[in-house]
């Protein structure tokens, strides 16, 4: 068998010949027809007015929390349990990500855990949809209306999934997505910011073009970026976006023959589905109930290691690492279902072209496991 990757992209002749296109027009940098597509289309699938795109998701965020105000000395609300990168661009703002703990029902933010984190220095809630299941909207809007504050949603991971049949991207005042290379559409990186405010969707543009001031060439009324994505990066998106039925198709067909594959086996457990949600199948996560299964998650990560498969552990609880962990632990706040989950996880290979037959023999590692550890 040869090596089975965590993530590679579905690339094709229509990424192709869009990519040539682009060099062969020359517009290759931050300005282009094909940035105007992605921006056109990617609105209209996740049902809302404006998409402004950037270099990554990462400062995606970043423009997000600047466009609601976010700067020093507020709190914004993060779940515990995503990448670093949600917390991240809260800090690059000069504000304070604020740690809730995830529910055990969605793995992600909980609802209920978000009130005892506001304080008079909180100025939004900023939910993901993890692993591409959207968070409870209705339940984080409505406390964040109670409380006159915004809430912008990282979708990075959260492609088209869906939440009482609204696509995310149109569940909150912003909706940020990653375009990165593991993601489901992806240009390699980028990334973009979703709302319905045109007059704040201009505003970003602005400001991710170094603050120049469309009407006035060079003149900048403010310090600004430069988080433009390219128009070659947009002209492979684009053929992604082009081919997301076919792409989530094949995605939804090899999630299926994963859960037929493990279920049953004792000690593997899966992200639980809400019965209002649709999500995105972005990554085959697993868990590990060592005492039922018999051998420990780190062992098995080294099995598949062992057998050409690229698997990854869950990612650490953001409030336990170095640049979070003081503040964090300053508070009080315990995060068990996040810890839980951090320790017993595994993400499987999920590459929107992974083989039937690769996922049986993933499937086929864990139920050898199993066996072993059952008989030790
Ligand atoms: C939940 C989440 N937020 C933010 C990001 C950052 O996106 P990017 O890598 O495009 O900067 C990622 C992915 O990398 C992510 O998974």
């Given at each position: 068998m040869k090596p089975i990757p965590f993530m590679a992209p579905s690339l094709t002749d229509n990424e192709k010949s869009n990519l040539l296109d682009s060099i062969e027009s020359t517009w290759i940098g931050g300005v282009g027809p094909y940035i105007s597509r992605v921006e056109q289309g990617w609105a209209e699938i996740c049902g809302a007015k404006e998409c402004v795109t950037a270099s990554n998701g990462t400062v995606a965020l970043h423009l997000g929390l600047l466009a609601l105000g976010?700067?020093?000395?507020?709190?914004?609300?993060?779940?515990?349990?995503?990448?670093?990168?949600?917390?991240?661009?809260?800090?690059?703002?000069?504000?304070?990500p604020v740690f809730v703990d995830v529910d055990k029902k969605t793995?992600?933010?909980?609802?209920s855990k978000i009130?005892?984190?506001?304080?008079?220095?909180?100025k939004g809630i900023l939910p993901v949809h993890l692993l591409g299941h959207p968070a409870d909207m209705d339940a984080i809007n409505k406390i964040a209306t109670l409380y006159n504050i915004w809430v912008l949603c990282d979708a990075a991971q959260a492609h088209m999934a869906t939440y009482k049949q609204r696509t995310v991207g149109s569940l909150a005042d912003i909706e940020v997505f990653s375009f990165h290379v593991g993601k489901v559409f992806t240009c390699g990186e980028g990334g973009a910011i979703v709302l319905n405010d045109s007059k704040l969707a201009n505003w970003l543009r602005m400001v991710r073009g170094h603050g120049m001031d469309p009407e006035r060439r060079f003149f900048h009324p403010m310090t600004a970026y430069n988080y433009r994505l390219t128009n070659m990066q947009a002209s492979v998106l684009c053929a992604q976006l082009d081919r997301r039925s076919e792409i989530m198709q094949r995605r939804r067909v090899f999630f299926e023959r994963y859960k037929e594959g493990l279920t049953g086996i004792p000690g593997i457990g899966f992200q639980p589905i809400a019965s209002w949600a649709n999500p995105c199948p972005w990554v085959f996560a697993i868990t590990i109930d060592e005492d039922k299964f018999g051998i420990s998650r780190n062992s098995i990560i080294q099995e598949f290691a062992d057998q050409n498969v690229e698997t990854r552990p869950f990612t650490y609880p953001l409030n336990s690492l170095p640049p979070f962990r003081e503040l964090s632990d300053s508070r009080g706040v315990t995060f068990p279902i996040t810890e839980h989950?951090?320790?017993?996880?595994?993400?499987?290979?999920?590459?929107?072209?992974?083989?039937?037959?690769?996922?049986?023999?993933?499937?086929?590692?864990?139920?050898?496991?199993?066996?072993?550890?059952?008989?030790?």
């Open positions: 976010v700067g020093p000395g507020d709190e914004v609300i993060v779940p515990a349990l995503t990448y670093v990168a949600t917390a991240n661009a809260v800090r690059y703002t000069g504000a304070e793995w992600c933010m909980d609802p009130e005892a984190a506001i304080t008079r220095r909180t989950l951090s320790k017993t996880g595994i993400y499987l290979p999920s590459s929107t072209d992974i083989t039937e037959h690769e996922v049986d023999f993933i499937c086929g590692i864990i139920k050898d496991l199993a066996k072993k550890g059952n008989s030790g």
